[in-house]
């Protein structure tokens, strides 16, 4: 039953992926991309580490989904969404890539290392059980305690073992927020961005509304601004 | 359980997921549509961790948890990445209005 479930899971895990390398319009493949979060935050369930993926709902589907959804809105394209996909001739060289990556990491899977005194890790069939039977070890009752009250485990080993590691996250989002906002400040004597309609230019000539973007644009018209 | 699901199917769903990113790394043309396979090559990555925490017995000093801290932490890393990213894809479409990777040729001899 948890098989089946699983396979069903990674079934839709891998469709969704492959819609969001393929779709032309980008919409869709950000759509797509909130599918696969998704599928991601149920193995993350069939792995019961439930806190993660409740996490990883909230933090990938409604932040970074959410901030794609307006990069796309922001850089529309002015050609329409046929250029979002390489020509042929580097279609298949990207193909052969990837299929590559593949077949060498399912022969890392497959060829069975372990270190001395441990078992195959590629045949392990059972997860190290939780329950709280007689014949259960310390390890075994601390990951017990841990699977079933993630949240504040993680909150203490964040707050003692691993408060380095929080706080240079801290530093981090802070230094990430700022210089998005740096980044992405416009100036005030920079000429507005190209609308879609023919809208009469509101400044004088010394800016003039650019024209659909070429070659031109890029080598002579646009000097970066110091 | 009875029948539990064996270790390698997650790991062949994450080198699929992975294979799959990079695919999209390297085919797709739009930064943004860049930066979501990137995503997608994470959450792979993340996928790997946790299977391994879960199904491992993890080493004396390391604590209850490992794999679901570390995998924290990546989330957090792939936040901030995409808001800078996002940052840099706008700065770039509104200096050569295209948000396509071969456009951004400045720097090429």
């Known amino acids: 039953m948890v098989q089946f479930l699983f396979l069903v899971i990674a079934a839709l895990g891998l469709l969704t992926a492959l819609g969001t390398v393929l779709a032309r319009n980008l919409v869709h493949a950000a759509l797509f991309l909130v599918a696969f979060f998704f599928t991601i935050a149920c193995q993350f369930v069939l792995l019961e580490a439930e806190f993660l993926a409740a996490l990883q709902v909230l933090v990938y589907i409604g932040a970074v989904a959410i901030i794609l959804m307006f990069g796309i809105m922001l850089t529309r394209n002015i050609q329409g969404d046929d250029t979002t996909i390489v020509t042929a001739a580097w279609r298949i060289p990207g193909l052969v890539a990837g299929l590559c990556v593949f077949v060498i990491l399912a022969f890392g899977i497959n060829s069975a290392v372990a270190p001395a005194g441990h078992s195959y890790w590629s045949e392990s069939n059972m997860r190290p059980s939780i329950a709280a039977d007689a014949g259960s070890s310390k390890a075994t009752a601390v990951r017990r305690e841990a699977v079933n009250n993630m949240a504040r485990t993680v909150g203490n080993e964040l707050m003692t073992r691993y408060v380095v590691g929080f706080e240079v996250a801290g530093l981090l989002l802070t230094v990430a927020l700022v210089g998005a906002i740096a980044l992405a400040h416009r100036e005030e004597a920079e000429p507005a961005a190209p609308s879609r309609g023919e809208q009469p230019a509101r400044r004088t000539s010394a800016s003039p509304q650019p024209q659909a973007a070429g070659p031109s644009l890029v080598s002579s018209g646009a000097s970066p601004p110091r | ?109």
């Open chain 2, 1 to 109: 359980m009875a029948s539990d699901i064996p270790l390698n199917w997650f790991l062949y769903f994450a080198a699929a997921s992975f294979s799959i990113g990079l695919v999209g790394v390297l085919v797709r043309r739009n930064a943004i549509a860049v930066l979501m396979a990137i995503e997608i090559m994470l959450n792979a990555a993340n996928v790997n961790l946790v299977a391994f925490w879960r199904y491992g017995n993890p080493p004396l000093g390391a604590g209850p948890l490992p794999g679901v801290i570390l995998a924290l932490f990546v989330i957090t890393v792939a936040a901030a990445e995409v808001a800078v990213g996002i940052g840099m894809i706008l700065l770039c479409y509104r200096r050569w209005h295209a948000a396509d990777v071969d456009r951004y040729d400045s720097m090429s001899g």
